[in-house]
């Protein structure tokens, strides 16, 4: 009696957990779908322009759902699977609250967003000349790729990326009941994410946060070290893909597939594209595209 007790208990739990990956995947499929229409002739390359604060929060948290929601799947389960477990043991825990455990996580990325989109403002209004994708543009951003690389090798990035990579332990040493328990979990969970992800983000902007094949690129960098059982040979082997990745932006940037040079005919053509849109385009530039858009410096040099 005890075994069919037990099976009629995990056959609610199995559904729901495919009811959660199916609705996480699917919601995920629906962000990639709005990012593409959101961002389709936007990529100016390294460094474009955000566009204005509403334009990219709301770009940004699509985004984030669209790249994240795949390699968070066992976290969302581990959180669902006790809290049912504990409903199912007599305990109070209330309404299904994986909702505001996701709404948490998806905080934690925003807040990360606004801090990024506040230091593109701080550096752009600097107007740094050497800055130009015609002078020191392209090193800059070969030097953000390769940063990112040695920091997948920091203790740093090892303890974040062990928090992410353990789900039930993370969810059974800090579960909290009610919504603003999950949603304070989710939270918690998404500064580990932001901690374990932030440098393959900011390598993400190096190379055009308004490329879709870029993000799709990214989005699998972080899945694969998420996901994968060989935690070790995934993270040495994504330091070594964006170390070479960065030194090919810095010394041979036209070589690099899928990389639009803002000094392009194709960033000219984004850089219109933007004008004509509402909304993510503060001003129109005056000026020839350059890096972060001619708002650090003068014309960049053409190709």
Sequence with gaps: MAAGAARRTREPLRGLALLLVAVLLGLAAVAWFVTDVQMRGMDAGPGTD??????????????MAAMMFPSIVPMVL??????GARRNRGLAVGRATTGSFVAGYLVAWTVCGVAAYAVYEFVAGLHLGFLSWGRGGRYLDGGVLVAAALYQLTPAKDACLRRCRSPMDFVLGRFREGHLGALRMGVEHGMWCVGCCWALMAALFALGVMNIG?????????ALEKLSPWRAAANRGIAVALTALGLAVAIVPEHVPGLTLPSSHAAARAM????????PMRAAPTQAPTHMQGRLTGPATSR
Excluded: D, N, Y
């Design 50 to 63: 955000p566009g204005t604060f509403g334009f990219w929060t709301l770009a940004w948290v699509v985004m």
């Design 214 to 222: 870029w993000m799709v690129f990214v989005a699998g960098l972080i």
């Design 272 to 279: 219109r594209s933007m004008q004509g849109t509402p909304g």
């Design 78 to 83: 581990a959180h669902a699977h006790i809290q």
